[in-house]
C-alpha cells in the first residue's frame, strides 16, 4: 500500500506570538514544494489561535494545506483539570492532529503508557488523529533492550483499541537519544524499529490495517538527513523538533516525503 507520508513539526516552548505567526505563514507560502505530504504545525498550545489565524483554518482545513496539531492534550473532556485542554477543546481551535506520550512528557512529566492510552482513547473519539510517540533511552538501546522498550511502549500506549481505531493513529518512533541532541539514528536503525513496529500493528489489528499506518521517525531530522531516511520502506514522515523553527529546512524535509 502506498502511504501518504506526514511531516509534522513540533515547536515544543519555543517562540513567541509574532514569531510563530510569522513561521506559519512561511510555511504556508512554500508549502507547494512538499505537495503530497501532509504537513502540520504543531504550535504551544496559548499560541494554537494565533496560528490557526495565521493559517486561515477553518474547520481543520488550511487553504495552503497545513494542518494544526497540538502538542498535548488531557484524556477528559472538561472539568477541573488546571493547566491542562480537551480533545474536544483542541478541535474547536482547528486542530486536526495531536501529539501524545512525547518523550519529553514521559519523562519530564511521568506520562505513563496507561494514561497516554487514554490520551490515544479520548483523541479518537473528539476526532483527532493522535500521532503517539515511543522510543528507547540510549541506556536502553546500549543494554539490547530497544525492542523490548518499543514493544512495550507501543503495546501499552494502544491498549483498549479497535482495530478501527488503529487504523487511524499516527506512530512516531523517536529514539530518546537522537531528540534533540544532532545524534540522528541511521536509516537502518530506524528502518528496523519501524519494521518491528509495523509487524507489532500487524499483530493488534490486522496485516492490511498495518500496511496503511503512518509510521513518523523523529530524533535530530535535519535537511541533509531526511532523504536517507525517507528511502527506507517502512518510514513515513518526520517528527520535526528544532528544524521545524526555520521554514526553509522544515520544508526541504517534507519535501525530502514526496
Ligand atoms: C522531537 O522533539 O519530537 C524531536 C524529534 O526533536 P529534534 O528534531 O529536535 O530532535
Avoid at 17 to 44: H, M, N, T
Avoid at 213 to 222: E, F, L, M
Avoid at 240 to 250: T, W
Wanted: aromatic letters at 4%.
Amino acid at each position: 500500500m502506498s502511504r501518504t507520508s506526514i511531516v509534522a513539526g513540533n515547536w515544543k516552548m519555543n517562540l513567541d506570538r509574532a514569531g510563530s505567526i510569522a513561521l506559519a505563514k512561511a510555511v504556508a507560502a512554500g508549502r507547494a514544494q512538499a505537495g503530497g505530504v501532509d504537513v502540520v504545525l504543531c504550535p504551544p498550545s496559548i499560541y494554537l489561535s494565533a496560528v490557526g489565524d495565521a493559517l486561515e483554518i477553518s474547520a481543520g482545513v488550511s487553504p495552503a494545506g497545513v494542518g494544526l496539531g497540538g502538542q498535548n492534550m488531557w484524556d477528559q473532556p472538561s472539568g477541573a483539570f488546571t493547566g491542562e485542554i480537551s480533545a474536544s477543546m483542541l478541535v474547536d481551535m482547528g486542530c486536526r492532529y495531536v501529539i501524545l506520550g512525547h518523550s519529553e512528557r514521559r519523562t519530564l512529566l511521568a506520562e505513563t503508557d496507561e494514561l497516554i492510552a487514554s490520551k490515544v482513547r479520548a483523541a479518537l473519539a473528539a476526532e483527532l488523529t493522535p500521532i503517539v510517540c515511543v522510543g528507547e533511552q540510549l541506556a536502553e538501546r546500549e543494554a539490547d533492550r530497544t525492542h523490548e522498550v518499543v514493544s512495550r511502549q507501543v503495546r501499552g500506549s494502544l491498549a483498549g483499541l479497535t482495530a478501527d481505531d488503529l487504523a487511524k493513529v499516527v506512530i512516531a518512533y523517536e529514539p530518546v537519544w537522537a531528540i534533540g541532541t544532532g545524534k540522528v539514528a541511521t536509516p537502518e536503525q530506524a528502518q528496523d524499529v519501524h519494521a518491528l513496529i509495523r509487524s507489532l500493528l500487524a499483530e493488534l489489528a490486522s496485516p492490511g490495517i498495518a500496511d496503511g499506518i503512518r509510521i513518523q521517525y523523529g530524533g535530530s531530522v535535519k535537511p541533509g538527513n531526511a532523504a536517507d531516511l525517507a528511502a527506507q520502506p517502512d518510514i513515513d514522515g518526520a517528527l520535526v523538533g528544532g528544524a521545524s523553527l526555520e521554514a526553509d529546512g522544515f520544508l526541504a524535509i517534507a519535501a525530502a516525503f514526496r
